[in-house]
């Protein structure tokens, strides 16, 4: 396989927040690159931060938080040292973000033709008709029957896949650099989820775009990416391609979530149970914030966090057990 | 062969739209839907929104009263009966919701939040109700001190145990989860998952598990039952049904539900199915699924198909080739 | 100690404990929200100003507010008469410490008589639905639109003029709002998943209302009650001030303005601070009212706590 530029680099991005009843240390250095034209999936489970990540590098993170530390590298530029109006011009062209729930995402009082072709008047300062002529187009291509009847409905009208289609045609009318999806098909129906994700894919090669697709759903990982990062609680355990996560996960947690869902290929009586709960981030596990519930825990696990070792080409897993059994990141 | 629990006969419900007490259309939302659920058994259903699995699964309980058709519990019809006959009904049946932050009354304790039925019934009350509820919260996997608190205390998957123990206050025969565990996260929804079986083994109970997620329900049913626009296509054992695949919205479905193996991204899937699915107040004429069906023929779109027995008991809905 | 039945009760003692723990622990932390607020301790504290000169107001009243002393008539405020005299020389100040009672009295059996009236008429219109709910809501309508000021005086000019009847005008047209606050919230309450599952499991009717739909209203049936007490006291002065209410030589604080209305120019005082004494005691109701709302809040209270836990743990650690 070509070696691929880095489009997105994440180093060591730390995010707070300063809420009422303390701090939530909601993203603890995290690190990750997305290359150019890959599909990279952040998986976890509720809390685990993959939201937040999202609006950190969007750096539309809600108060109370804050980015504390580190660094997001857009094709080389730290995107935390712009100013607010380069950060502007930078969102919805470069990089463009599809949500979870395109109700609310979505203006009820503007038509569909003209929300989808506000990034054209404000990033290509296209005139208005001009740019409603643009989104139909975009529109059509996002699978829309008839385009142009449906530009002049309103969201409420619309079905929602109709609805996600539509945020997917906003997102792209810039040809953006990144596509961030959070969550997009979660709240559909699955054969609407299917094709909001193979139209993805299909579009993503077309115009050689990477995407940052987060989801809790492990099969649709599967389905959709190419590379994957596995968070929990607020770091990144394991980072690998698709097949070698699925194939050859490494770091405890990433197993007992894979073995933890049910399946058609099991037929086993009983899933596998992970002990006690996802941690709150106000007064973290010491160390390893998966220690407390990890039966390969040993006494390093409570007091040091573990650093990113790669364990073979590609594969990183932050986990004490490997080691020395690789090289630290 | 096993006793039915349940048995529905051409159960219809459809919900009149009004305009100024005309009514001007009606949302099918069940149309003659016909199955049993037997002693013992777990039953999934499944389907898309605009189904009528959640119609259905109220239905059954006469949380919503039928248009038409019979309900029969352990033989007798239930449909239409007063609240006074309903009672012994009411106590061997219970419900468990999908959204555990809404289910638990937040203004009661624990204690009286899974007592209720007990007080309902009049089984136990006072004190006798409190050590009840606390052996059944132990069965749940909860603690003691657990009773004399308040929901917002507790975490979703904690929630859901509670809800859970309350339906197994008064020792029902049949329990309905309707989407009990897709708000859960999969370490959590794990946990619940082994216990409802662990749960259903030791007291003999019988299941019907609604869910959208095909891997749970596979998981958990030994029976499943697939539904479009308000009508049963296809029903047979879970294996039939996975294995076997007839009616082309149950194999498209399954094709469209995305697997945990990387390597079927690479190969091509059988059915792709296009299209939205359509309104519940103006549904397709003939077979409902004609419009996006792949192997849609002549007559699918004048008559409807009933539901014809393939062999073994697995049942489709669907014109033969 | 060997007294029969002594094992029972200290066991169903304990439960109770067990049992009012959760809920004092509840209360606690209404309170602790509640004390941290400037403007609803401060509205706390005129509201229990006005309840103690309310009920011992006329024990320190030093002079005698109703009988006459011509020749103290229209003293300004001094150091005798710190709010100076009225027009028959009787102390402001005594007349207001005794009147406060009346003002008080209005409050209290106007919403005796509103609240559980409205309560009850919005619970079974929320819980039942259909035609009755169409029937009550209609009804409330009705009395919604009453002008409590012509009722008052359609009132005395049958029965007489008197507090008495404006009470009872003012109760006629008070409960409705209590029935749209409670049908509103039991339409709410009728739809969640847990009333769902109590009739999934035989409740009766009864048995929602009583255990659900009640309980779940209490707090914004609280808070208005709270709110209102300045409103219904400033519509019984208001009633008073126009002569439909307390009569003299009732000092009742409208009534004193209304009395002062006409010395304005000569006399302010008469006027005057019986008028700040009413917005005082609505202000110090609303405060407390908008305060109690707060504290109620589940967010804020959810906020608040984690740091009321905080300085319980250090305080009980320091002991």
């Known amino acids: 396989m070509e070696a691929r530029e880095d489009l997105l680099v994440v180093d060591r991005l730390k995010t707070q927040f300063f809420t009422y009843g303390g701090l939530v240390e909601a993203l603890d250095e995290v690190s990750f690159e997305i290359k150019k034209g890959e599909i990279f999936g952040l998986v976890g489970e509720s809390g685990c931060g993959k939201s937040v990540t999202a609006t950190s590098i969007l750096r539309l993170v809600a108060k109370p938080g804050k980015i504390i530390s580190g660094r997001v590298l857009l094709d080389g530029q730290d995107l935390l040292e712009k100013n607010d109006h380069e950060m502007n011009s930078i969102r919805g062209s470069r990089i463009a973000m599809i949500f979870q729930d395109p109700t609310s995402s979505l203006n009820p009082v503007f038509r569909i033709g003209r929300q989808v072709g ?212 | 062969m096993t006793t039915a629990l349940f048995e529905c006969r051409n159960l219809t419900k459809f919900f009149p739209i009004k305009s100024l007490f005309r009514e001007t259309g009606r949302v099918h939302a069940v149309e003659d839907v016909s199955f049993t659920i037997p002693e013992g058994g777990t039953v999934g259903l499944v389907g898309e929104s605009g189904c009528g699995k959640t119609t259905l699964a109220r239905t059954i309980l006469l949380l919503i009263e039928p248009t038409s058709g019979q309900i029969l519990f352990r033989g007798e019809d239930m449909v239409s009966r007063s609240k006074r006959e309903l009672r012994r009904f009411r106590r061997e049946t219970a419900i468990v919701f999908q959204d555990p932050y809404s289910s638990l009354d937040p203004r009661m304790l624990i204690a009286d939040v899974v007592g209720e039925p007990l007080v309902i019934h009049k089984v136990a009350f006072g004190e006798d109700r409190d050590d009840v509820v606390l052996s059944l919260l132990k069965r749940v996997g909860l603690e003691a001190d657990h009773l004399y608190r308040y929901p917002h205390e507790f975490s979703g998957g904690q929630r859901q145990r509670l809800a859970i123990a309350r339906a197994l206050a008064g020792d029902p025969k049949f329990i309905l989860l309707d989407e009990a565990t897709s708000a859960l996260d999969v370490s959590v929804q794990a946990k619940i998952l082994n216990m409802l079986n662990g749960l259903k083994a030791d007291l003999g109970l019988t299941y019907m598990f609604i869910s959208h997620d095909l891997s749970v329900v596979r998981h958990l049913s030994d029976h499943i039952g697939v539904m479009y626009l308000g009508r049963m296509v296809e029903y047979g054992t879970r294996d039939q049904v996975f294995d076997t695949p007839t009616h082309p919205y149950t194999r498209g479905l399954l094709a469209a539900a995305p697997s945990l193996d990387p390597d079927d991204r690479d190969r091509p899937r059988e059915v792709v199915l296009q299209g939205e699915v359509p309104s519940a107040v103006e549904p397709p004429s003939g077979c409902r699924f004609h419009p996006r069906c792949p192997v849609c023929k002549a007559q699918c779109d004048r008559e409807r198909p009933e539901l014809v027995d393939i062999g073994d008991g697995h049942l489709v809905a669907c014109f033969p080739e | 100690m060997r007294i029969p039945g002594a094992a029972l009760f200290s066991s169903r003692y304990r439960l109770l404990q067990k049992r009012l723990h959760p809920i004092t622990k509840e209360w606690g932390l209404t309170f602790y929200v509640l004390r941290h607020s400037k403007l609803a301790v401060i509205g706390g504290f005129i509201a229990l100003a006005f309840i103690i000169i309310a009920l011992f107001g006329s024990l320190f009243a030093p002079y005698d507010p109703i009988s006459a002393n011509i020749q103290d008539r229209f003293q300004p405020p001094s150091a005798s008469h710190p709010l100076g005299t009225d027009t028959m020389g009787r102390d402001v100040m005594s007349r207001m410490l005794a009147g406060a009672q009346h003002s008080i009295k209005a409050g209290l059996i106007v919403l005796a008589i509103a609240v559980p009236l409205g309560v009850l008429l919005g619970g079974i219109a929320g819980l039942f639905g259909g035609w009755v709910d169409e029937v009550i809501m209609r009804i409330t309508d009705m009395f919604l639109a009453f002008p409590s000021l012509v009722l008052a005086m359609a009132f005395s000019a049958a029965l007489g003029p008197s507090l008495f009847n404006a009470m009872i005008a003012l109760s006629i047209v008070w409960w409705p709002m209590y029935a749209r606050l409670v049908r509103g919230q039991a339409l709410a309450v009728r739809e969640t998943s847990y009333v769902e599952a109590a009739r999934s499991r035989g409740a009766s009717n009864f048995h929602i209302m009583f255990k659900h739909i009640l309980p779940n209203c209490l707090s914004p049936i609280l808070v208005t009650l709270t709110l209102d007490m300045g409103w219904v006291i400033t519509a019984a002065a208001s009633l008073s001030f126009l002569g439909f209410g307390a009569q003299p030589p009732i000092p009742e604080w409208g009534r004193m303005v209304s009395d002062g209305r006409i010395y304005m120019l000569r006399a302010w005082w008469m006027s005057v601070f019986p008028g700040l004494g009413i917005m005082f005691v609505v202000l110090g109701f609303n405060l407390l009212g908008d305060g109690i709302r707060d504290s109620l809040d589940p967010k804020l209270r959810r906020l608040t706590e984690v740091t009321w836990k905080r300085e319980k743990t250090s305080s009980s650690s320091t002991d």
């Not at chain 1, 008709?129 to 187009?137: G, H, K, N, P």
């Not at chain 1, 709240?187 to 115009?207: A, C, M, P």
């Not at chain 1, 519930?293 to 573990?306: E, F, G, N, T, Y």
């Open chain 1, 118 to 329: 506000e990034p054209y008047v404000y990033h290509q300062h296209r005139g208005k008709r001009q740019a409603l002529m643009d989104a139909t187009r975009i529109l059509a291509k996002t699978g829309f029957p008839d385009a142009d009847e449906k530009a002049r409905n309103y969201p409420h009208e619309l079905s929602g896949g109709l609805r996600q289609r539509a945020m997917i045609a906003m997102a792209l009318t810039c040809e953006p650099e990144l596509l961030i999806a959070d969550e997009p098909t979660t709240n559909l129906d699955v054969t609407i989820g299917r094709q909001i994700l193979d139209l993805v894919k299909d579009l993503q090669r077309e115009f050689g775009a990477s995407v940052l697709w987060i989801t809790h759903d492990m099969a649709v990982v599967a389905q959709m990416c190419d590379r994957v990062g596995v968070m929990y609680a607020g770091s990144i355990v394991e980072k690998t391609d698709v097949r070698t996560l699925f194939r050859n996960a490494k770091h405890p947690y990433t197993v007992r979530l894979l073995r933890a869902i049910p399946s058609a290929a099991k037929s086993a009586e009983t899933l596998e149970e992970i002990p006690g709960s996802v941690p709150q981030l106000i007064h973290p596990p010491s160390g390893c914030r998966f220690h407390p519930r990890c039966d390969s825990a040993m006494d390093v696990c409570s007091q040091v966090k573990p650093l990113e070792i790669e364990v073979e080409p590609g594969h990183v897993v932050a986990c004490h057990l490997f080691r020395g059994k690789g090289k630290v990141t």
